[in-house]
């Protein structure tokens, strides 16, 4: 069964916009999550992760925004940009499993110019 | 672009055939993970390696073996072939250190198609 929950699955946003991505999980044992970006034909390259010490995390115009009571994690892209377009993955692991990512079922971002 | 390789990067078997596909591990980087994404899915935790020994396994059955090398390189495996397994398996190398795995860094992947 899918341990982190992704929603939306896709979404289309105008540039210069922000694109949100929300996950959800029920494992209070995660304890690590981060994003992953995957282009058509490439792997999933690692954008940001969050520990749940911290409730927000940002580098750049990616933040990421941590609620821990909630059990929920958000993405958020700030003045999304063309080539921003992909799909975004969120995950989950464990401390004492953390070689075991858990992954979302992906949210295909598409920006209009 | 991670320093992570893999090789081949399309490939395309007959139903009942064996697989080994390979990956070379970033620089520096002491365990591999290899993954399994369906189309349109994400990645599904197949195994992982740290001293050329398998450390954790997620739900896949015994035909999906794997080997880690001396220099961190490793190799998954496939036997008897299903169509269900045509994926893009993907490997994620990262370092373990103190008993944490730090972040993984996934290479291209390589498609298998089963006919």
């Known amino acids: 069964q899918q341990q982190v929950k992704q929603s939306p699955q896709s979404l289309i946003v105008q540039k210069g916009g922000i694109s949100i991505i929300n996950c959800a999980y029920e494992?209070?044992?995660?304890?690590?999550f981060p994003w992953y970006q995957q282009f058509p034909g490439k792997g999933p390259a690692l954008l940001i992760a969050?520990?749940?010490?911290?409730s927000e995390k940002k580098e750049g115009r990616f933040t990421i925004s941590f609620n821990k009571s909630a059990k929920q994690f958000s993405l958020h892209i700030m003045d999304s940009q063309p080539g921003d377009s992909a799909t975004y993955f969120c995950?989950?692991?464990?401390?004492?499993?953390?070689?075991?990512?858990?992954f979302g079922a992906g949210t295909t971002v598409t920006v209009r110019a | 672009e991670t320093g992570v390789t893999q090789s081949p990067t399309h490939l395309i078997k007959t139903r009942g055939q064996q697989v080994t596909l390979r990956c070379s591990s970033q620089?520096?980087?002491?365990?591999v993970s290899w993954y399994q994404q369906a189309l349109g899915q994400g990645p599904q935790f197949i195994f992982q390696y740290y001293r050329e020994e398998e450390n954790g396994r997620g739900n896949f059955p015994p035909r999906f073996s794997g080997l880690q090398f001396p220099n961190y390189s490793s190799e998954l495996n496939v036997n008897a072939l299903e169509l269900d397994d045509s994926a893009l398996y993907l490997c994620?190398?990262?370092?373990?250190?103190?008993?944490?795995?730090?972040?993984?860094?996934f290479g291209p992947g390589t498609r298998l198609t089963v006919t």
């Open positions: 494992n209070t044992a995660f304890d690590y």
């Open positions: 995950a989950a692991s464990t401390y004492h499993n953390d070689y075991k990512l858990s």
């Open positions: 620089s520096g980087h002491n365990t």
């Open positions: 994620a190398s990262s370092f373990w250190l103190s008993e944490r795995v730090y972040e993984q860094y």
């Open positions: 969050i520990r749940p010490d911290v």
